[in-house]
């Protein structure tokens, strides 16, 4: 079945970097639009960056343009968030997404804390 699990969240102070990763399974990875989405308590997730299936074009939110770095390891089917610069403004539950045809589906989340 389709799954999507996270990786690599934790506390760093402020000026810091943090890499995310997330790893999938049962279906094609390559073909497919991935995402990072985070989700700050009380609120609507938010999305903060995607890259195309194939050509593996980024996008990202203006929050995070400069500070953030999506990629992606088809052979591994394994999507990257590098983040550096982080802000405590970034402290959220960060989740990865893939709008397959059939359905949307989503990592268990990570934690992202920022601070000193």
């Known amino acids: 079945q389709v799954q999507l699990v996270e990786s690599g969240g934790g506390l760093v102070q402020p000026g810091g970097s943090l890499k995310l990763s997330c790893t999938a399974s049962?279906?094609?990875?390559?073909?497919?639009?991935a995402r990072w989405y985070r989700q700050f308590p009380g609120k609507e997730r938010e999305l903060v960056a995607s890259?195309?299936?194939?050509?593996?074009?980024?996008n990202y939110a203006d929050s995070v343009k400069g500070r953030f770095t999506i990629s992606r390891d088809n052979a591994k089917k394994t999507v990257y968030l590098q983040m550096n610069l982080l802000k405590p403004e970034d402290t959220a539950v960060y989740y990865c997404n893939v709008p397959l045809t059939s359905s949307d589906y989503w990592g268990q989340g990570t934690q992202v804390t920022v601070s000193s």
């Open positions: 890259i195309t299936g194939g050509s593996g074009m980024p």
């Open positions: 049962g279906f094609v990875f390559g073909w497919y639009t």
